[in-house]
Each structure stands twice: as C-alpha cells, then as structure tokens.
C-alpha cells in the first residue's frame, strides 16, 4: 500500500544550518528505503510565504497568497512510499528527521483507475 508522509514544522525552528542537516539526513533515509523497495518520491517544499492558494466558487476563480490556514506548524514536505502495512509506514515516519522537531502524518494514498503511470 502506499503511504504519504506529510513532514509538518515550525517553518522558523530551523537555522540553516539545522535545515541543511535535515536535507542530508532526509537524503540517507530516502537512499535507504530506495534500496529496500519502499522509497516512490521525497522532496522539501519551499517555506508558506511562497504559497499560492486557489479556490472556485460560485465558478469564480480566486488566487490569494500564502497557505489556506495560519497554523504553528507548516507543511514542510513529504514522503511518498509503498509499504506492507502501517506499521511499517510509521517504522519509517520515525527515521524521518523532522519527526525530532515537528510532526509527521501518515496517510494512505487511494489508487484510482485512469490516472498517469510513473
């Protein structure tokens, strides 16, 4: 089954230093599961004040900077990986760095027909 791993955080907690540190022990995580079969993506995302927000209603558009909720802890990035059960996918989770600063959410991912392949 596949699982997201949503990597949430105080976006202002890190140094840069902290931050980049993160990046290279993320790297070796995602490098390790890779070789067992379970790594599919991993990617940090920018901070919220890059954010874009767009919503329809009423078949109007609208476009608004930043995230859709003002929260302490921001989405900061993810792991998308395919593993056996839930317990496997939180044996993952807590090798995930940021799960020492922040928090990460476990999610499974609904596979539905039509969508493009890999």
Known sequence: MKYMLLIYLDELALSETEREECYVESTQLAQEIK?????LAAHPLH?????TSVRVRGGKRFVTDGPFAETREQLGGYF??????LDEAIGIAVRIPMARKGSVEIRPVI????????
Do not use: F, V
């Open 35 to 39: 070789a067992s079969g379970q790594y």
């Open 80 to 85: 998308l990986i395919d593993a056996r059960d």
């Open 47 to 51: 901070p919220t004040s890059t954010a």
């Open 111 to 118: 596979e539905i027909a039509g969508l493009p392949a890999d």
